[in-house]
């Protein structure tokens, strides 16, 4: 069983920071990316930031400059650092781990149950 358990989320004002926090656990044979998605009602879920397991970065053009991602392997955790949020930031944020559970089987996509960050005054 593989769990992605999110920390983090909560309501802050336009302008300022949060950080959101996710941990891999279970049978985890190898993460090859670890990211973040969100969905805005009525919207579709988009991509945020993601990180692969060699430190690369990719980044939605409505965060980049803002928001930075980073990974700790040892740890199976990815971490989103927020900062500049905006009112259309808000949105359910969902913690991405794209990993294999053995030798014997391929990359599959885990998902967390979501944190809710809302931006407003």
């Known amino acids: 069983q593989i769990q992605l358990v999110e920390s983090g989320g909560g309501l802050v004002q336009p302008g300022g920071s949060l950080r959101l926090s996710c941990a891999a656990s279970?049978?985890?044979?190898?993460?090859?990316?670890m990211g973040w998605y969100r969905q805005a009602p009525g919207k579709l879920r988009e991509l945020v930031a993601t990180?692969?397991?060699?430190?690369?970065?990719d980044y939605a053009d409505s965060v980049k400059g803002r928001f930075t991602v980073s990974g700790d392997n040892a740890k199976n955790t990815v971490t989103l650092q927020m900062n500049g949020l905006k009112p259309e930031d808000t949105a359910v944020y969902y913690c991405n781990a794209n990993l294999r559970r053995s030798m014997r089987t391929g990359y599959m996509n885990y998902w967390g149950e979501g944190t809710l960050v809302t931006v407003s005054s």
């Open positions: 279970g049978s985890i044979f190898s993460i090859g990316a």
């Open positions: 990180i692969t397991n060699n430190g690369n970065t």
